[in-house]
């Protein structure tokens, strides 16, 4: 199969919001990035099965980052609402000396913690966050990297890096009795949160997200995934040609075709606003070190899932549980994926939705808003 990807070098790219509409997407065989004025297109490259001989997530040596003086506050301002579709009050935590975002919304006895993924922010869950806070404690924290969070510049951005900032957030605020609420690499970064601290957890809710807990056949089960990924397939060959962080360093201009890429189905609500409230957070290619250092643990097999022991995998499988995924998801597929779920946790309610993509609090944020609130309230 033959890979085509078309990226703009730096010295091409104008930032005129106009350019944010012009997309070409490559059908399902890879990635066409919007097209400036002039580009640099190849497509040549050629995905083989070879680069998936060995499982994408093996533990490997992380060669230290050069360290910078300091890193860069958010992009995206603490009282930006984007044309008030985000009202949230933002609040901010240390976590190793930089500031990570986060939203803290309703009361009530139940808390749920909800984590997004690569390389979205809070605003994914922002229809989900107004409903569910009319009758609990609803927290939504940017990982550092992304959203209205700091980007450090002297640090990874692997799996195991983000449970230690949310290990911390979570010590640090005390939270107690979570409901995980995890899209995308939020499932493995609130699986580690539960492997450490099992006592604060009181229901699992996978949205599309992953849920390694020492699985045997993880490893397997993660590499046919990218086999049939548009998206890791990419991120492979990007980072061979030496391309993935000129791509991903331009994701305030091609936020949309990276969106598309992983499968986003619901483009009737897809305006000017909702482009800048998920490109906002990346201006620059520094601004970017999130997305790229999450695609680059992947390309180099540096993530590393928190493997639980017996006593935590013991009380979390004992735990009411539930799964939601979009059936259109082309990154993280139902197939290969869910499994992992459903053999944690047997007797749990599991949701494939038709016509549903990897970003499903978008593409059904009404059914996932109704499926989650009954989960916990009851119908």
């Not at 919007?34 to 998936?52: C, G, H, I, Q, S």
């Not at 979570?170 to 499932?187: A, N, P, Q, R």
Request: aromatic share 8%; charged share 20%.
């Amino acid at each position: 199969m033959t890979i085509s990807h078309i990226f703009c070098k730096r010295r091409c790219v104008s930032r005129s919001k106009s350019l944010l509409w012009p997309l070409l997407l490559v059908a399902s065989e890879g990635i066409a990035l919007p097209l400036p004025d002039r580009a640099v297109a190849d497509t040549n490259a050629t995905a083989t099965t070879e680069l998936f001989e060995e499982p994408l997530m093996q533990v490997t040596t992380i060669a230290p980052q050069a360290h910078l003086a300091h890193g860069l506050e958010s992009a995206v301002d603490a009282d930006e609402t984007f044309d008030g579709t985000w009202p949230f009050e933002a609040h901010y935590i240390g976590i190793k000396d930089a500031q990570m975002h986060y939203v803290d919304e309703g009361a009530g006895d139940e808390t749920l913690l909800l984590l997004h993924g690569e390389p979205t922010w809070g605003y994914l869950f922002r229809h989900q966050i107004a409903e569910w806070s009319r009758e609990a404690r609803v927290i939504a924290p940017d990982h550092l990297g992304f959203g209205k969070s700091a980007v450090p510049v002297d640090r990874t951005y692997w799996v195991q890096d983000h449970i230690d900032n949310l290990e911390t957030f979570v010590l640090e605020l005390d939270l107690k009795g979570l409901t995980l609420v995890m899209h995308d690499f939020g499932g493995p970064v609130g699986m580690g949160l539960a492997a450490r601290h099992p006592d604060r957890i009181r229901r699992i809710v996978s949205l599309n997200g992953p849920t390694p807990f020492g699985q045997p056949d993880l490893a397997d089960r993660l590499t046919a995934n990218a086999k049939v990924s548009p998206w890791f397939r990419w991120i492979i060959e990007a980072d061979n040609d030496g391309t993935l962080e000129t791509v991903l360093g331009n994701l305030d201009y091609n936020i949309l075709s990276t969106l598309n890429l992983n499968g986003f189905e619901r483009t009737s609500i897809i305006n000017d606003t909702w482009i800048s409230a998920y490109g906002a957070p990346f201006p620059s290619p520094l601004h970017a070190l999130g997305p790229i250092g999450w695609a680059k643990g992947v390309a180099t097999g540096t993530h590393q899932f928190e493997v639980p022991d017996e006593d935590a995998r013991k009380r979390i499988t004992r735990l009411p549980a539930l799964a939601i995924w979009g059936q259109e998801d082309r990154t993280l597929h139902a197939t290969h994926l869910l499994p992992l779920f459903t053999d944690l946790f047997p007797d749990a309610e599991a949701h494939v939705l038709a016509g549903v993509g990897h970003y499903s609090p978008e593409d059904a944020s009404e059914d996932i808003t109704r499926l989650v609130r009954d989960f916990i309230f009851g119908p």
